[in-house]
């Protein structure tokens, strides 16, 4: 059985940081890119950046500098460093598999003063 569980997620200041993870169990964690969407009240989902099974990182233009992720196959947990946080990044965020379909329940993310 798959399961993403996400994590991290909670209030910040803007230009705040927090680290996102996900963790992965019940497919082969090393052999599958991996992404990070968001979803904002009233707002369309939107890929934030996705993570290749090589280590290719992509990034939505508005996160580029500001976002990183990254993987530990070991762990099989997915990151998203996220720094210089904007109100505008407040949104639900989860982890997602595309060849399987498969999403995290999201964790909140807002970024208030």
């Known amino acids: 059985q798959v399961q993403l569980v996400e994590s991290g997620g909670g209030l910040v200041q803007p230009g705040g940081s927090l680290r996102l993870s996900c963790a992965a169990s019940g497919f082969t964690f090393s052999t599958y890119a991996m992404s990070w969407y968001r979803q904002a009240p009233g707002k369309e989902r939107e890929l934030v950046a996705t993570?290749?099974?090589?280590?290719?990182?992509n990034y939505a233009d508005s996160v580029k500098g500001r976002f990183t992720i990254s993987r530990d196959n070991a762990k099989k947990t997915v990151y998203l460093q996220m720094n210089s946080l904007k109100p505008e990044d407040t949104a639900v965020y989860y982890c997602y598999v595309r060849p399987g379909n498969w999403w995290g329940q999201g964790t909140q993310v807002t970024v208030s003063s």
């Open positions: 993570i290749g099974s090589g280590g290719t990182r």
